[in-house]
């Protein structure tokens, strides 16, 4: 597994997806260096049935420390691009029955903003989480993804997995969908 990630990496950086000389998202990196590194918390979350699993699903940091840095901006100051990376373990819970499992989901992300903040595109080394919806050009659920993902975000707010290298496990099946 560890040789097959290592040729991804190898693959994305030469396609210029990921330069290493910046670990930037989106091609080379343009104007000043990354901004410092700071700590990101992650405060979990709560979502209601049929967000992303037919019951209510909620998260829970359980251990945690990341950190996160600006890697480019907009000319109005607007966040562009960012790196985020760190130990991450969640438990997420089935909040209908009670029913919790544990993931470590630890990854590297590089998340891209279009100039009004929303989403662009979400490229990540997991494992991470990521929620599909439905309507979505993927199943509905809560996925932990490990290996090298890409998620694109349409206009109108629909998601799809444009790379999907690696494995990917719907939480919500584990808890009972």
């Known amino acids: 597994m560890k040789r097959r990630v290592a040729f991804v990496l190898a693959a994305v950086c030469a396609a210029g997806l990921l330069p290493?000389?910046?670990?930037?998202?989106?091609?080379?990196?343009?104007?000043?260096?990354p901004e410092p590194w700071e700590p990101y918390v992650d405060h979990g979350f709560s979502v209601p049935a049929g967000y992303v699993c037919s019951f209510p699903l909620t998260s829970t940091p359980l251990e945690q420390d990341m950190v996160k840095r600006v890697l480019e901006r907009y000319p109005d100051g607007a966040v562009k691009r960012e790196e985020y990376k760190?130990?991450?373990?969640?438990?997420?819970?089935?909040?209908?029955?009670?029913?919790?499992?544990?993931?470590?989901i630890s990854g590297h992300a590089f998340?891209?903003?279009?100039?009004?903040?929303?989403?662009?595109?979400?490229?990540?080394?997991?494992?991470?989480?990521?929620?599909?919806?439905?309507?979505?050009?993927?199943?509905?659920?809560?996925?932990?993804?490990d290996g090298f993902h890409v998620v694109e975000f349409a206009e109108d707010g629909t998601r799809r997995?444009?790379?999907?290298?690696?494995?990917?496990e719907n939480i919500c099946e584990a808890l009972g969908d």
Do not use: H, I
Request: aromatic share 14%; proline share 8%; hydrophobic share 35%.
């Open 86 to 104: 760190g130990p991450l373990v969640v438990e997420f819970e089935n909040t209908d029955t009670g029913a919790t499992t544990v993931r470590d």
């Open 20 to 33: 290493a000389a910046t670990a930037a998202a989106d091609g080379p990196a343009r104007g000043p260096a």
């Open 161 to 168: 997995f444009s790379v999907m290298e690696g494995t990917q």
């Open 111 to 145: 998340p891209k903003y279009r100039e009004d903040g929303r989403y662009e595109r979400y490229v990540a080394f997991g494992p991470v989480g990521f929620g599909m919806r439905e309507g979505d050009e993927f199943p509905r659920g809560f996925w932990v993804v």
